[in-house]
Protein backbone atom coordinates (compact mmCIF):
# COMPACT_ATOMS: atom_id res chain seq x y z
CA UNK A 1 0.00 0.00 0.00
CA UNK A 2 1.24 3.52 -0.70
CA UNK A 3 2.07 5.59 1.90
CA UNK A 4 1.71 9.38 1.78
CA UNK A 5 3.65 11.79 4.45
CA UNK A 6 1.95 15.28 4.48
CA UNK A 7 4.78 18.25 5.28
CA UNK A 8 2.45 20.59 6.48
CA UNK A 9 3.51 23.97 8.06
CA UNK A 10 3.21 26.64 10.91
CA UNK A 11 2.80 28.78 8.35
CA UNK A 12 4.08 30.26 4.81
CA UNK A 13 7.59 30.63 4.12
CA UNK A 14 8.94 27.83 6.63
CA UNK A 15 11.06 25.26 4.73
CA UNK A 16 7.86 23.18 3.44
CA UNK A 17 9.48 22.74 -0.13
CA UNK A 18 13.21 22.00 0.93
CA UNK A 19 12.38 19.32 3.84
CA UNK A 20 9.89 17.52 0.66
CA UNK A 21 12.74 17.91 -1.77
CA UNK A 22 15.03 16.47 0.49
CA UNK A 23 13.00 13.69 1.26
CA UNK A 24 12.15 12.89 -2.41
CA UNK A 25 15.81 12.54 -3.06
CA UNK A 26 16.96 10.68 -0.67
CA UNK A 27 13.97 7.97 -0.51
CA UNK A 28 14.76 7.95 -4.20
CA UNK A 29 18.71 7.60 -3.36
CA UNK A 30 17.34 4.50 -0.91
CA UNK A 31 15.60 3.03 -4.00
CA UNK A 32 11.87 3.92 -2.80
CA UNK A 33 9.52 4.91 -5.80
CA UNK A 34 8.60 8.07 -4.27
CA UNK A 35 6.73 10.84 -5.72
CA UNK A 36 5.41 14.58 -5.06
CA UNK A 37 2.14 15.55 -4.66
CA UNK A 38 0.75 19.28 -4.16
CA UNK A 39 -3.23 19.20 -4.21
CA UNK A 40 -3.43 22.69 -4.20
CA UNK A 41 -1.07 25.33 -4.91
CA UNK A 42 -0.75 29.15 -5.39
CA UNK A 43 2.03 30.86 -6.86
CA UNK A 44 2.74 32.65 -10.60
CA UNK A 45 6.52 30.40 -10.77
CA UNK A 46 4.90 27.74 -13.01
CA UNK A 47 6.14 24.82 -15.20
CA UNK A 48 5.00 23.37 -18.13
CA UNK A 49 4.92 19.31 -18.13
CA UNK A 50 2.86 16.92 -19.98
CA UNK A 51 -0.77 16.54 -18.38
CA UNK A 52 -1.64 13.02 -17.04
CA UNK A 53 -4.15 12.70 -20.07
CA UNK A 54 -1.56 12.68 -22.39
CA UNK A 55 -3.20 15.74 -24.25
CA UNK A 56 -0.38 17.95 -24.38
CA UNK A 57 1.04 19.65 -21.56
CA UNK A 58 -0.09 21.61 -18.72
CA UNK A 59 0.88 24.52 -15.86
CA UNK A 60 2.25 22.82 -12.23
CA UNK A 61 3.92 25.13 -9.43
CA UNK A 62 7.20 24.94 -9.62
CA UNK A 63 7.95 23.41 -6.49
CA UNK A 64 6.26 20.33 -7.28
CA UNK A 65 8.99 20.30 -10.61
CA UNK A 66 11.64 20.79 -8.62
CA UNK A 67 10.50 17.48 -6.01
CA UNK A 68 9.70 15.48 -9.06
CA UNK A 69 13.31 15.76 -10.54
CA UNK A 70 14.86 15.79 -7.08
CA UNK A 71 12.62 12.16 -6.88
CA UNK A 72 14.12 11.32 -10.32
CA UNK A 73 10.27 10.90 -12.15
CA UNK A 74 9.11 12.56 -15.10
CA UNK A 75 6.71 15.36 -13.41
CA UNK A 76 2.93 15.50 -15.27
CA UNK A 77 -0.11 17.59 -13.84
CA UNK A 78 -0.77 14.56 -11.42
CA UNK A 79 2.05 16.08 -8.70
CA UNK A 80 -0.04 19.88 -8.81
CA UNK A 81 -3.60 19.17 -10.31
CA UNK A 82 -5.13 22.78 -8.77
CA UNK A 83 -2.99 25.52 -9.26
CA UNK A 84 -4.04 29.03 -8.23
CA UNK A 85 -2.19 32.24 -10.39
CA UNK A 86 -2.70 35.66 -8.89
CA UNK A 87 -3.11 38.23 -11.03
CA UNK A 88 -3.84 41.56 -9.13
CA UNK A 89 -7.40 42.86 -8.08
CA UNK A 90 -8.34 39.44 -5.60
CA UNK A 91 -8.71 37.47 -8.70
CA UNK A 92 -6.26 34.22 -9.75
CA UNK A 93 -6.28 32.69 -12.61
CA UNK A 94 -7.40 28.86 -11.98
CA UNK A 95 -5.65 25.98 -13.74
CA UNK A 96 -7.24 22.15 -12.88
CA UNK A 97 -4.68 19.32 -14.20
CA UNK A 98 -2.84 21.69 -16.16
CA UNK A 99 -5.25 23.30 -18.26
CA UNK A 100 -6.90 27.41 -17.75
CA UNK A 101 -10.24 27.45 -16.22
CA UNK A 102 -10.79 31.33 -15.78
CA UNK A 103 -9.94 34.17 -13.73
CA UNK A 104 -12.05 34.35 -10.54
CA UNK A 105 -12.04 35.96 -7.27
CA UNK A 106 -11.80 33.33 -4.15
CA UNK A 107 -15.69 33.73 -3.13
CA UNK A 108 -16.25 32.40 -6.70
CA UNK A 109 -13.63 29.70 -6.62
CA UNK A 110 -14.62 28.25 -2.95
CA UNK A 111 -18.59 28.76 -3.87
CA UNK A 112 -18.22 27.61 -7.67
CA UNK A 113 -14.89 25.34 -7.89
CA UNK A 114 -14.00 24.38 -5.28
CA UNK A 115 -15.56 20.42 -4.91
CA UNK A 116 -14.70 20.10 -8.94
CA UNK A 117 -10.78 20.91 -8.06
CA UNK A 118 -11.23 18.54 -5.04
CA UNK A 119 -12.02 15.90 -7.25
CA UNK A 120 -9.33 16.49 -9.40
CA UNK A 121 -6.86 16.52 -6.29
CA UNK A 122 -8.34 12.89 -5.13
CA UNK A 123 -8.38 11.36 -8.62
CA UNK A 124 -4.54 12.72 -9.34
CA UNK A 125 -3.21 10.97 -6.01
CA UNK A 126 -5.05 8.21 -7.06
CA UNK A 127 -2.75 7.85 -10.21
CA UNK A 128 0.05 8.55 -8.30
CA UNK A 129 -0.88 5.96 -5.50
CA UNK A 130 -0.83 3.45 -8.59
CA UNK A 131 2.21 4.08 -9.85
CA UNK A 132 4.54 4.65 -6.79
CA UNK A 133 5.04 3.19 -3.40
CA UNK A 134 5.67 6.44 -1.09
CA UNK A 135 4.05 10.15 -1.71
CA UNK A 136 5.56 13.27 -0.37
CA UNK A 137 3.10 15.63 -0.08
CA UNK A 138 3.76 19.45 0.49
CA UNK A 139 1.08 21.07 2.47
CA UNK A 140 0.16 24.97 1.69
CA UNK A 141 1.02 28.25 4.25
CA UNK A 142 -0.20 26.73 7.96
CA UNK A 143 -2.69 23.95 8.52
CA UNK A 144 -3.99 25.78 11.50
CA UNK A 145 -6.07 28.22 9.54
CA UNK A 146 -9.38 27.42 11.18
CA UNK A 147 -11.35 29.55 8.64
CA UNK A 148 -10.52 27.77 5.91
CA UNK A 149 -10.60 24.16 7.61
CA UNK A 150 -13.66 23.27 6.40
CA UNK A 151 -12.03 23.65 2.49
CA UNK A 152 -8.32 23.39 3.10
CA UNK A 153 -7.45 21.60 0.11
CA UNK A 154 -3.94 21.59 0.21
CA UNK A 155 -3.94 20.56 3.94
CA UNK A 156 -6.58 19.10 5.72
CA UNK A 157 -8.34 17.66 2.41
CA UNK A 158 -5.11 16.13 1.02
CA UNK A 159 -4.31 14.46 4.82
CA UNK A 160 -7.83 13.09 4.81
CA UNK A 161 -8.27 11.52 1.86
CA UNK A 162 -5.00 10.13 1.39
CA UNK A 163 -4.94 8.77 4.67
CA UNK A 164 -1.37 10.82 5.47
CA UNK A 165 0.79 10.94 8.84
CA UNK A 166 1.47 14.31 9.22
CA UNK A 167 5.32 16.08 9.83
CA UNK A 168 5.18 19.47 11.23
CA UNK A 169 7.51 21.84 9.69
CA UNK A 170 8.02 25.15 11.86
CA UNK A 171 10.53 28.26 11.18
CA UNK A 172 12.67 29.42 14.18
CA UNK A 173 14.09 32.43 12.25
CA UNK A 174 11.35 34.56 12.82
CA UNK A 175 11.03 33.58 16.81
CA UNK A 176 8.31 32.49 18.33
CA UNK A 177 9.05 28.49 17.35
CA UNK A 178 7.50 26.54 19.98
CA UNK A 179 4.71 29.27 20.56
CA UNK A 180 3.51 28.27 16.80
CA UNK A 181 3.95 24.68 17.10
CA UNK A 182 2.11 24.25 20.25
CA UNK A 183 -0.79 27.18 19.12
CA UNK A 184 -0.94 24.87 15.68
CA UNK A 185 -1.43 21.27 17.03
CA UNK A 186 -4.47 23.03 19.26
CA UNK A 187 -5.85 24.42 16.55
CA UNK A 188 -5.77 21.59 13.95
CA UNK A 189 -8.72 19.31 13.15
CA UNK A 190 -9.03 16.72 16.34
CA UNK A 191 -8.57 13.97 13.26
CA UNK A 192 -5.99 15.03 11.96
CA UNK A 193 -3.93 16.13 15.18
CA UNK A 194 -3.68 11.82 15.88
CA UNK A 195 -2.21 11.90 12.46
CA UNK A 196 1.11 14.03 13.28
CA UNK A 197 4.24 11.58 13.66
CA UNK A 198 6.71 14.04 14.53
CA UNK A 199 8.01 18.11 14.07
CA UNK A 200 10.49 19.46 12.68
CA UNK A 201 12.58 23.03 13.37
CA UNK A 202 14.09 24.70 10.70
CA UNK A 203 16.17 27.38 9.82
CA UNK A 204 18.25 27.24 13.00
CA UNK A 205 21.66 29.48 13.70
CA UNK A 206 23.93 28.92 16.26
CA UNK A 207 24.10 25.65 18.99
CA UNK A 208 21.29 23.21 18.62
CA UNK A 209 21.73 21.99 22.13
CA UNK A 210 20.64 25.35 23.34
CA UNK A 211 17.66 24.76 22.26
CA UNK A 212 16.72 21.18 24.22
CA UNK A 213 15.21 22.14 27.20
CA UNK A 214 12.54 23.85 25.10
CA UNK A 215 12.37 20.81 22.61
CA UNK A 216 11.84 18.64 25.70
CA UNK A 217 9.46 20.67 27.15
CA UNK A 218 7.46 21.01 23.89
CA UNK A 219 7.62 17.05 23.94
CA UNK A 220 6.18 16.80 27.08
CA UNK A 221 3.32 19.49 26.29
CA UNK A 222 2.10 17.85 23.56
CA UNK A 223 3.14 14.03 23.06
CA UNK A 224 4.82 14.83 19.79
CA UNK A 225 8.33 14.34 18.85
CA UNK A 226 10.72 17.14 17.61
CA UNK A 227 12.28 14.42 14.75
CA UNK A 228 15.01 17.03 13.23
CA UNK A 229 16.55 20.89 14.05
CA UNK A 230 17.47 22.15 10.44
CA UNK A 231 20.58 24.24 10.38
CA UNK A 232 20.08 27.88 8.29
CA UNK A 233 20.84 26.50 4.55
CA UNK A 234 20.08 27.36 1.45
CA UNK A 235 20.22 24.39 -0.96
CA UNK A 236 19.92 26.25 -3.85
CA UNK A 237 16.13 25.48 -5.09
CA UNK A 238 13.84 27.44 -6.96
CA UNK A 239 11.89 29.86 -4.78
CA UNK A 240 8.15 28.90 -5.24
CA UNK A 241 6.87 32.33 -4.37
CA UNK A 242 7.80 35.72 -3.96
CA UNK A 243 7.87 35.87 -0.59
CA UNK A 244 11.83 35.84 -1.20
CA UNK A 245 11.99 38.88 -3.28
CA UNK A 246 11.70 42.57 -1.71
CA UNK A 247 8.43 44.03 -1.75
CA UNK A 248 7.02 46.98 -4.05
CA UNK A 249 9.51 49.75 -3.99
CA UNK A 250 12.63 48.41 -2.07
CA UNK A 251 15.81 46.74 -3.76
CA UNK A 252 16.84 43.50 -3.10
CA UNK A 253 20.16 41.87 -4.92
CA UNK A 254 21.01 38.43 -5.24
CA UNK A 255 24.35 36.16 -5.51
CA UNK A 256 26.68 38.63 -3.39
CA UNK A 257 28.04 35.49 -1.69
CA UNK A 258 29.80 34.17 -4.00
CA UNK A 259 33.19 35.35 -2.66
CA UNK A 260 33.45 37.59 -5.60
CA UNK A 261 34.56 41.13 -4.91
CA UNK A 262 31.28 43.61 -5.68
CA UNK A 263 34.15 46.31 -7.81
CA UNK A 264 34.61 42.76 -9.82
CA UNK A 265 31.16 42.12 -10.53
CA UNK A 266 28.42 42.95 -12.72
CA UNK A 267 24.73 44.06 -11.57
CA UNK A 268 21.82 42.53 -13.34
CA UNK A 269 18.93 44.53 -13.02
CA UNK A 270 15.28 43.53 -13.21
CA UNK A 271 12.33 45.36 -11.97
CA UNK A 272 10.22 44.70 -9.43
CA UNK A 273 7.28 44.29 -11.14
CA UNK A 274 3.94 44.07 -8.73
CA UNK A 275 2.69 41.05 -10.73
CA UNK A 276 6.45 39.24 -11.38
CA UNK A 277 5.58 36.10 -12.51
CA UNK A 278 8.71 33.05 -12.98
CA UNK A 279 10.94 35.02 -11.46
CA UNK A 280 13.07 31.81 -11.03
CA UNK A 281 14.52 32.27 -14.61
CA UNK A 282 16.87 34.51 -13.14
CA UNK A 283 18.53 32.65 -10.09
CA UNK A 284 20.76 30.79 -12.63
CA UNK A 285 22.26 33.85 -13.66
CA UNK A 286 22.68 34.66 -9.66
CA UNK A 287 24.51 31.68 -9.40
CA UNK A 288 27.07 32.64 -11.46
CA UNK A 289 30.36 33.78 -10.48
CA UNK A 290 30.66 37.87 -10.33
CA UNK A 291 26.93 38.21 -11.14
CA UNK A 292 24.60 39.80 -8.89
CA UNK A 293 21.14 40.03 -9.66
CA UNK A 294 19.16 43.02 -8.06
CA UNK A 295 15.50 43.40 -8.17
CA UNK A 296 14.77 47.31 -8.35
CA UNK A 297 12.01 49.64 -7.85
CA UNK A 298 10.10 50.40 -10.94
CA UNK A 299 11.43 54.18 -10.14
CA UNK A 300 15.02 53.00 -10.22
CA UNK A 301 17.33 54.82 -12.86
CA UNK A 302 19.56 52.02 -13.29
CA UNK A 303 22.24 53.67 -11.70
CA UNK A 304 25.39 50.86 -11.43
CA UNK A 305 23.30 48.39 -13.62
CA UNK A 306 25.51 46.57 -16.59
CA UNK A 307 22.72 44.42 -18.24
CA UNK A 308 18.73 44.69 -17.61
CA UNK A 309 16.58 41.52 -17.55
CA UNK A 310 12.19 42.27 -17.61
CA UNK A 311 10.97 39.19 -16.00
CA UNK A 312 7.52 37.43 -16.72
CA UNK A 313 4.23 39.23 -15.02
CA UNK A 314 1.11 37.76 -14.73
CA UNK A 315 -0.66 40.63 -16.31
CA UNK A 316 1.47 42.10 -18.96
CA UNK A 317 -0.84 45.49 -19.63
CA UNK A 318 -1.17 46.78 -16.21
CA UNK A 319 2.75 46.12 -15.15
CA UNK A 320 3.57 47.85 -18.22
CA UNK A 321 1.30 50.91 -17.08
CA UNK A 322 3.17 50.58 -13.81
CA UNK A 323 6.48 50.88 -15.43
CA UNK A 324 5.47 53.93 -17.61
CA UNK A 325 4.20 55.80 -14.39
CA UNK A 326 6.69 55.28 -12.33
CA UNK A 327 9.18 56.10 -15.16
CA UNK A 328 11.16 53.02 -16.00
CA UNK A 329 10.58 53.49 -19.22
CA UNK A 330 12.32 56.47 -19.33
CA UNK A 331 15.38 54.80 -17.25
CA UNK A 332 15.83 52.00 -19.83
CA UNK A 333 15.49 54.15 -23.32
CA UNK A 334 18.74 55.73 -21.70
CA UNK A 335 20.11 52.33 -20.58
CA UNK A 336 23.19 51.35 -23.02
CA UNK A 337 23.95 47.94 -21.93
CA UNK A 338 22.14 44.57 -23.08
CA UNK A 339 18.72 44.06 -22.61
CA UNK A 340 16.60 40.81 -22.30
CA UNK A 341 12.71 40.31 -21.95
CA UNK A 342 11.75 37.01 -21.01
CA UNK A 343 7.93 36.56 -21.71
CA UNK A 344 5.96 39.40 -20.70
CA UNK A 345 8.58 41.11 -20.66
CA UNK A 346 9.26 40.51 -23.88
CA UNK A 347 5.62 41.75 -24.92
CA UNK A 348 6.46 44.95 -22.85
CA UNK A 349 9.75 45.77 -24.70
CA UNK A 350 8.06 45.84 -28.00
CA UNK A 351 5.66 48.22 -29.29
CA UNK A 352 2.10 48.24 -29.10
CA UNK A 353 0.08 45.43 -27.29
CA UNK A 354 -3.27 45.11 -28.22
CA UNK A 355 -7.09 43.72 -27.05
CA UNK A 356 -5.68 44.36 -23.77
CA UNK A 357 -8.84 43.69 -22.17
CA UNK A 358 -8.54 40.21 -22.31
CA UNK A 359 -6.32 40.17 -19.79
CA UNK A 360 -6.76 43.80 -17.87
CA UNK A 361 -9.44 44.88 -16.30
CA UNK A 362 -8.94 48.34 -17.55
CA UNK A 363 -10.99 50.01 -19.95
CA UNK A 364 -8.43 49.93 -22.59
CA UNK A 365 -8.12 48.62 -25.97
CA UNK A 366 -4.21 48.67 -26.11
CA UNK A 367 -1.23 50.18 -24.78
CA UNK A 368 2.21 50.85 -26.18
CA UNK A 369 4.85 49.30 -25.14
CA UNK A 370 8.69 50.28 -24.45
CA UNK A 371 9.43 50.74 -28.16
CA UNK A 372 13.05 48.95 -28.11
CA UNK A 373 12.16 46.22 -30.69
CA UNK A 374 9.86 46.56 -33.70
CA UNK A 375 7.15 43.69 -32.66
CA UNK A 376 3.53 43.89 -31.74
CA UNK A 377 1.20 41.80 -29.24
CA UNK A 378 -2.20 40.73 -29.55
CA UNK A 379 -3.56 39.12 -27.04
CA UNK A 380 -6.45 36.64 -27.33
CA UNK A 381 -8.13 34.42 -24.78
CA UNK A 382 -6.03 31.26 -25.88
CA UNK A 383 -3.44 30.43 -23.71
CA UNK A 384 0.49 28.47 -24.68
CA UNK A 385 1.60 26.34 -22.31
CA UNK A 386 4.09 23.37 -24.09
CA UNK A 387 7.59 22.72 -23.48
CA UNK A 388 9.82 23.25 -26.50
CA UNK A 389 12.87 22.65 -27.61
CA UNK A 390 14.36 25.32 -29.91
CA UNK A 391 17.62 25.92 -32.12
CA UNK A 392 19.08 29.37 -30.78
CA UNK A 393 21.69 31.46 -33.18
CA UNK A 394 23.20 33.75 -30.99
CA UNK A 395 22.55 37.42 -31.72
CA UNK A 396 22.58 40.70 -29.78
CA UNK A 397 23.02 39.88 -25.59
CA UNK A 398 23.26 36.22 -26.72
CA UNK A 399 25.91 36.80 -29.57
CA UNK A 400 28.07 34.15 -29.64
CA UNK A 401 25.53 31.44 -28.39
CA UNK A 402 24.21 28.78 -31.10
CA UNK A 403 22.81 25.14 -30.57
CA UNK A 404 19.67 23.34 -28.85
CA UNK A 405 17.94 24.71 -26.40
CA UNK A 406 15.46 23.47 -24.17
CA UNK A 407 12.50 25.40 -22.09
CA UNK A 408 9.09 26.06 -21.86
CA UNK A 409 6.32 28.74 -22.77
CA UNK A 410 3.65 29.47 -20.45
CA UNK A 411 1.77 32.57 -22.05
CA UNK A 412 -1.27 34.63 -23.40
CA UNK A 413 -0.75 36.44 -26.73
CA UNK A 414 1.07 36.53 -30.32
CA UNK A 415 3.61 38.12 -30.86
CA UNK A 416 4.72 39.69 -34.66
CA UNK A 417 7.26 41.97 -35.89
CA UNK A 418 6.87 45.00 -37.35
CA UNK A 419 9.75 46.55 -38.53
CA UNK A 420 13.49 44.82 -40.00
CA UNK A 421 14.83 42.74 -36.62
CA UNK A 422 16.77 39.76 -35.97
CA UNK A 423 15.58 36.29 -35.75
CA UNK A 424 17.57 34.52 -32.70
CA UNK A 425 15.04 31.35 -32.37
CA UNK A 426 13.55 28.58 -34.83
CA UNK A 427 12.03 25.27 -33.91
CA UNK A 428 13.61 22.33 -35.67
CA UNK A 429 12.87 22.11 -38.86
CA UNK A 430 11.09 25.27 -38.99
CA UNK A 431 11.40 28.88 -39.62
CA UNK A 432 12.25 31.23 -37.33
CA UNK A 433 9.62 33.61 -36.45
CA UNK A 434 9.32 36.45 -34.21
CA UNK A 435 7.02 34.41 -32.42
CA UNK A 436 9.48 32.78 -30.49
CA UNK A 437 11.52 36.07 -29.93
CA UNK A 438 13.22 38.45 -31.58
CA UNK A 439 16.44 40.98 -30.90
CA UNK A 440 18.37 43.73 -32.16
CA UNK A 441 22.05 44.24 -31.37
CA UNK A 442 21.31 45.78 -28.05
CA UNK A 443 17.90 43.78 -27.27
CA UNK A 444 16.36 40.30 -27.03
CA UNK A 445 12.67 39.10 -26.21
CA UNK A 446 11.45 35.85 -26.08
CA UNK A 447 8.83 33.37 -24.84
CA UNK A 448 10.97 30.82 -23.73
CA UNK A 449 11.08 30.40 -19.92
CA UNK A 450 14.29 28.64 -18.68
CA UNK A 451 16.36 30.77 -21.20
CA UNK A 452 19.22 30.75 -18.78
CA UNK A 453 18.79 27.38 -17.94
CA UNK A 454 20.79 26.75 -20.89
CA UNK A 455 24.69 27.40 -19.95
CA UNK A 456 25.38 28.67 -23.89
CA UNK A 457 22.71 31.01 -23.36
CA UNK A 458 23.91 32.18 -20.01
CA UNK A 459 27.16 32.19 -20.63
CA UNK A 460 26.91 34.85 -23.63
CA UNK A 461 24.88 37.16 -21.68
CA UNK A 462 27.09 37.11 -19.00
CA UNK A 463 30.25 38.18 -20.93
CA UNK A 464 27.85 40.51 -22.62
CA UNK A 465 27.27 41.62 -19.05
CA UNK A 466 31.18 42.21 -18.29
CA UNK A 467 31.66 43.19 -21.86
CA UNK A 468 29.32 46.01 -20.61
CA UNK A 469 30.48 46.94 -17.87
CA UNK A 470 34.58 46.72 -19.18
CA UNK A 471 35.95 44.21 -16.36
CA UNK A 472 37.47 40.80 -17.01
CA UNK A 473 34.85 37.73 -15.99
CA UNK A 474 36.10 35.76 -12.87
CA UNK A 475 37.00 32.35 -13.20
CA UNK A 476 34.67 29.84 -12.63
CA UNK A 477 34.42 27.51 -9.34
CA UNK A 478 34.50 24.43 -10.19
CA UNK A 479 31.75 21.88 -10.17
CA UNK A 480 29.10 21.79 -7.00
CA UNK A 481 26.73 18.99 -5.40
CA UNK A 482 23.48 19.35 -7.27
CA UNK A 483 20.50 21.45 -5.18
CA UNK A 484 18.96 18.36 -4.98
CA UNK A 485 21.34 16.46 -3.03
CA UNK A 486 22.25 19.37 -0.63
CA UNK A 487 18.84 19.12 0.23
CA UNK A 488 18.97 15.67 0.75
CA UNK A 489 22.21 15.81 2.95
CA UNK A 490 20.16 18.49 4.93
CA UNK A 491 17.29 16.31 5.61
CA UNK A 492 19.45 13.19 6.18
CA UNK A 493 22.13 14.62 8.65
CA UNK A 494 19.48 16.48 10.84
CA UNK A 495 16.17 14.67 10.02
CA UNK A 496 15.27 11.32 11.81
CA UNK A 497 13.80 10.10 8.29
CA UNK A 498 13.57 6.09 10.24
CA UNK A 499 10.22 7.63 12.43
CA UNK A 500 8.42 8.37 9.37
CA UNK A 501 8.26 4.79 8.40
CA UNK A 502 8.21 5.98 4.35
Known amino acids: MTRTLLVAGTASHVGKSTVAAGLCRLLSDRGVDVAPFKAQNMSNNARAVPRSDGEGFGEIGVSQYVQARAARIAPTTDVNPVLLKPRGGGESQLVVDGEAVGHLPAGSYYDEHWRDARDAAVAAHRRLAAEHDAIVAEGAGSIAEINLHHRDLANVETARFSDADVLLVA ?21 LRGRVVGA ?54 FGADDGVPDERAVTVAAPRLPRVSNFTD ?3 LAAEPGVRVAYVP ?12 LPGTKNTVDDLLALREAGFDAALADFEGPIVGLCGGYQMVGGRVANAGVESARDVEAVEGLGLLPVETRFSPEKRVEAVDLRLDGVGPLAGAA ?42 GTYLHGLFENRGAREAFVDAAFGAAGRERPDAPSATESPYDRAADLVAEHLDVAALGL
Open 171 to 191: DIERGGVFASLVGTLELMPDD
Open 200 to 253: VVTKFRGDASLLEPGLDAFEERTGVPVLGVLPYDDPGLPEEDSVSLPAAGERAV
Open 282 to 284: LEP
Open 298 to 309: LDDLLDGADAVV
Open 403 to 444: GPVSGYEIHMGETAATGPLRLPFSREGGDATAALGAATDRVL
